[in-house]
């Protein structure tokens, strides 16, 4: 085929023509040059050729090689003679990449103008080559190709070996973050799990459990051995486990491992993994003499690769890590959409809680406070509640707690506290016949702390001229209990001032009746516990129930130490016959009202003889 009249020069033949430097044309300076035009070379063109350092070649139009030159002899590890003849393609392997195949074809047809790409390719004796390959072609008379190649293994070492470095941790030597979500990365690509696989992706995300404890008191070199025991324990459980393959071990930083798994079959498969790596890390580790044990807490997910992203997947391992963590340590979690719903709904709430108070999304039902002899309201609770543009009405047990946490029950404490006072104001203006009511305000704990409780209180009530004794605030029993101080100062203060104080919720915590008396507190509300604990009693036996023991001698105590007592929850007739006879001063439950707006309080009050019941809507 090579000696057709229409095939390109052989190598032979081209120390007979002449290139001149304007005939050679360099493409932006990439590549080698593009041969034009040659005019009949001097008998120093094929020693040129022949010479050159770079390996080339000429190519017919049909793929077949006409000349090669020494240094491609010498690259290929070939007998130079054997190259004249040779299939191109099979020589430098275009062959197996089908885009480069393709580029090739198109350059032999003289439809492309270059294809330059990278092989690795297998020396004769053994070794791997890395090679540069560049395709030009000839002048179009001629036809065919210029291959030349290039050897690149040094670079492509060198670059691997800077890859190495930059993907895999010094000290465990596994991969690090940036391979791990390389790959974690390539995992969730429609191509890869579309082709083969399971569809499906799995992933544990590990921490020690008191690392920093080891770090701290042993040392960093001993921290450093522990975390290398860790991982080579972490990759034989990889290896055991591997049913699709391996999975991939990881450090993320610090003493967090992540395993991925990749076309995982399903939540089993990543529970029997997770148990293995906790027993593994379980077994103590010697290290320099020392015997240490540690555990490891780990966030399991497990989902369709599909619809999946990595942001997704790690931010869903890091809350399930947190979970573990949270529940106990020394174990490992699922991922739990709906534990994450409500996380996520906490913080859309946490985040949101401060602006919120001025947009003025809270607003105040008030409960009524009735007494046991007389059926008529003495005052009554503020409960607040959160009307979210979102979320919809919110109780207090909703948001209160992140509020806490966050500080913003401060102002919205103050919030709270400035309008049940307005409002309590207002009802005395209103019905200035009847005793006016009272209003019980609930104060958190921080309230008292990260604020001026005092200042606030005085504040509020000369602004909105309420008396001080038609306002009660109700602090739960661990606010005050064993502390001393700061709070004490405070309740004084306040009690000082003619502010009534309560303790809401008592019996659920420490019912230190004697420790109480001696504080300014002149309230009990009982827990709705124990009136509960009447109403099952009440169905089951006639006797006197323990419940009602206790909460006797509790009200008869308490009356002793010059404290009234609110039976709080009180839902039935029958546990008011029962409260009354006991002795409670006051009532609030369901049975006389649920809480309701500043409105329907006014209407009540309007209402001559208030009656139990007639402010349930
Ligand atoms: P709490 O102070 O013990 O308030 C009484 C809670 O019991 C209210 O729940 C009330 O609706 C409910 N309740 C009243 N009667 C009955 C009944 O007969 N049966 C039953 N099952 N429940 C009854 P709510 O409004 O959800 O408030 C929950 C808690 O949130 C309050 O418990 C209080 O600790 C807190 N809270 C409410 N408003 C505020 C506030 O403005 N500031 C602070 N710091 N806490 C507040
Ligand atoms: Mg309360
Ligand atoms: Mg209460």
Redesign the pocket.
Known sequence: MSGTSEGPAPAAELDRRVVTESEIITSAGAGPPVVRALAPSPPSYRSVFTAAPLAMAVVDREGLVTGANAALAGLLGRDQDTLTGAVAADLVDLTSDTRAWHAYREMLRGRRARLRCTRRLKHPEGHALWVRVTVAPLPADDGGVLLSVADISDHRELQERLRHVRMHDPVTRLPNRALFFERLTEALEAESYEESGTGRIGLCYLDLDGFKAVNDTLGHRVGDQLLTAVAERLTRCAKDAARTGTPLVARLGGDEFALLVEDSTGTEQLADLAESLLDAIQAPFDLSGRRLSVSASIGVVERHAAGTTPTALMQAADTTLYWAKADGKARWTFFDPERNAHRVTRQALASTLRPAIDRGEFA??Y?PLVGMEDDRVHGV?????WHHPRFGTL???RF?PLA?EDGS?VP??RW?LRTACRQARAWQVEHPDGPPIFVS????VR?VWDSDLVADVADILRETGLAPELLQL?L?ESAVMGSSGRPIQTLKALSDMGVRIAI??FGTGYSNLAYLSRLPVSVL?LD?SFVRGFQIEDRTAKASPADEVIVEAMVQLAHRLGLTVTA????TSAQATRLRRIGCDTG????YS??VSPDRISELLGTPGVQAGVGNP
Do not use: F
Not at 381 to 385: F, I, K, M, S, T
Not at 441 to 444: D, I, L, M, S, T
Not at 568 to 571: D, G, I, L, N
């Open positions: 105040l039902e409960q609770e503020a409960l607040v509640r109780t207090p047990n209160i806490e029950i919205l404490g709270v305000v609930n104060v958190a309230q109700e739960t809401d919720d509300k709705g709080e929850c009180v839902e609030q439950g369901w049975l649920r809480p």
